[in-house]
């Protein structure tokens, strides 16, 4: 499946994109994915509202850049920062949204850059 997110998020391809998800019938969905040669793996938790939470729960180290949320595009407790009114609202969108964030992040990782825009992702 794929989904069209715009996000505040990074837009950009880089390859080696290789992702898997587990534990579908589970309250916290376990989903992973490695974009270049990083790995990163998510939590993602149904809210009561039926939006989804996305925490990223390994990430590579940032060493050299802000980890601001405002840069970064996540919280000190893991949370994924997405753009205020879209929440992901199906477990396909919360993945995309992952995949498109570590896409990003990978990328702020060696440049320092976060590029902010919509993005097309395979979950």
Known sequence: MEA???LGICCGIIGGIAAAACCANSSV???RCRIGNRSYEFDIKRR???TFDIYSRNRPPNRRFSNSPAKAHVYSN???SVTAGHAPRSLDQAKAIAKHWATGYHSYLSSGVFFNGPARMRV
Do not use: D, H, R, S
Request: proline share 8%; aromatic share 8%.
């Open 78 to 80: 893991g949370k994924v």
């Open 4 to 6: 069209l997110i715009l």
């Open 48 to 50: 009561p509202n039926g």
């Open 29 to 31: 969905i376990k989903y």
